[in-house]
């Protein structure tokens, strides 16, 4: 990785929440931080495009720890060229200075291995020297303070390669005002002064070294005590026995008690962090995905009888195949109507609807366009019409709109493949083979874990 960032998306709204946008960052390798010459340029969303990425929002788009409860929420998301995102959501007296959203910069997109076995000792290292590595580069580029730096700011990239989230970075003031932790946690200077310094973004490295060697969130105070009776053991995390050497562990204890040194000046700085931890490095050349015992991202489920048709872009197959589905995929899926609504219009978009539904199935295109419009337009909610007009779309040229109701139908179902599906074939005929590709691979995996065992119990 060596220490990377890339610049962040904001989005203006008039809603009552703010949200932060992080890009998926280019690739850096070790080496000169300060030449990196290809970081994206900043821009705004539209709050409308948010949504649309993150399926307006939807619970489950929800990354963060503690699901749609807390009071900012994390959204993995989807940019319409297939970019992924991840979305936090403030609330409004999160973020009462619009002005702290001029300067974000961030460095990952969140990927969730969905793994619950211990991560072993090499990736842990990995983890802590790529985050060493980052706050280096962030040093170097005048970003000196990191608020809160703990466990939950390391996201995962597809390849599972460790980042560091940027919304550490987000109330960077200049003077070091605004941080806010458990005190347990917090640096001895800011509970002396009510200001952090560059040497306590190490204090805080030094509590993430200690999360990485015990695989608890110990408070250093009690860390140092143990540290200090030579109670390792107790120290260590359980799960670790027999991966690493005495020596290795050792050198990694007194490096987290250098940056817990209650005098700050006393701490390393970020290059003495990196230059301590490389030579701890084990299989360097083995991926990260490898050691987190995930399949690389690369890799596709093999592709259904739609997944098929999609890619080689059959529109007829894919016909076939979207007329026996129905619409047993719509089940769950509400209409919020008014009673006069349902009593007065249900019939007649129930009505555009089988039209539909009959000119689809003969071939007739532009009348079955027409009449899914009706039903759309009526008020109904319906990710099988969504797809089946944006078929009807393909079938008529054009693509674009197509494209805009395979969206759709995502957004009214987040996890349903079909939708994925459409949006390969779609952007295929725009000419976007690359995120043509990504799309069908979403939908296959989609698709897989649809039908995996575990989801039909």
């Known amino acids: 990785m060596g220490g990377q960032c890339s610049n962040l998306g ?38 409308d495009q948010l949504k649309s990425a993150t399926c307006g929002f939807a619970v489950e788009y929800i990354v963060s720890e503690h699901g749609e ?15 992924k995102i991840a979305v936090k959501r403030f609330t409004r007296m999160a973020w009462p200075d619009a ?8 460095v990952c997109v969140q990927r969730n ?45 597809e390849e599972c390669n460790p980042r560091l989230s940027t919304f550490g970075l987000m109330k960077n003031s200049r003077d070091g005002k605004s941080y806010s932790t458990n005190l347990a946690f917090t640096p001895p200077e800011y509970l002396r002064t009510g200001r952090i310094t560059p040497e306590s973004v190490i204090y805080s490295f030094g509590t993430l ?17 143990l540290i200090r009776d030579r109670n390792l053991q107790t120290l260590t995390d359980s799960c670790l026995d027999g991966q690493f050497s005495e020596s290795d562990g050792t050198e990694l204890v007194r490096l987290a008690s250098r940056c817990l040194q209650y005098e700050a000046r006393e701490r390393p700085n970020t290059k003495s962090l990196v230059t301590a931890l ?9 991926p990260s995905h490898v050691l987190m015992g995930l399949p690389h991202s690369g890799s596709v489920s093999p592709l259904s009888p ?18 026996k589905l129905g619409y047993k995929d719509d089940e769950g899926v509400t209409n919020e109507l008014s009673f006069q609504m349902w009593t007065d219009q249900m019939q007649e978009s129930l009505n555009s609807k089988k039209k539909g539904d009959v000119a689809f199935r003969q071939k007739d295109f532009r009348e079955a366009i027409e009449y899914y419009t009706q039903f759309i337009d009526g008020g109904m909610v319906s990710p099988t019409v969504c797809a089946r007009r944006s078929l009807c779309y393909l079938m008529s040229d054009m693509p674009k709109e197509a494209l805009d109701d395979a969206i759709q139908a995502q957004v009214i179902s987040p996890v349903w493949h079909v939708a994925s599906y459409l949006q390969s074939a779609s952007l295929s005929f725009l000419g976007m083979e690359n995120e043509s590709q990504m799309a069908l691979k979403e939908g296959s995996n989609l698709e897989a874990k649809r039908n995996s065992p575990s989801k039909r119990k």
Not at 217 to 223: E, K, T
């Open 209 to 225: 070294l200690l999360d990485v060697l015990s695989g608890k969130h110990i408070p250093p105070s009690h860390a140092l005590d």
């Open 10 to 47: 904001r989005c203006c709204g008039n809603s009552s929440h703010k949200t932060a946008v992080l890009e998926a960052p280019p690739h850096v390798e070790n080496g000169d931080n300060n030449d990196i010459t290809d970081v994206p340029a900043f821009r705004e969303y539209t709050l």
């Open 278 to 286: 490389t030579p701890l490095q084990k299989d360097t050349e083995v």
């Open 69 to 83: 409860k807390a009071p900012n929420v994390v959204y993995k998301g989807k940019l319409e060229n297939q970019k």
């Open 306 to 323: 739609l997944g098929e048709a999609c890619s080689r872009k059959d529109l007829t197959a894919m016909l076939e195949i979207l007329d």
């Open 99 to 106: 002005r702290q959203f001029l300067s974000l910069i961030s």
């Open 113 to 157: 291995p969905g793994e619950t076995q211990p991560m072993k000792w090499t990736m842990r290292l990995r983890v802590v020297l790529y985050l060493a590595q980052a706050l280096e580069y962030c040093t170097n580029q005048g970003r000196i303070l990191y608020h809160d730096l703990n466990a939950y700011r390391v996201l995962f990239d």
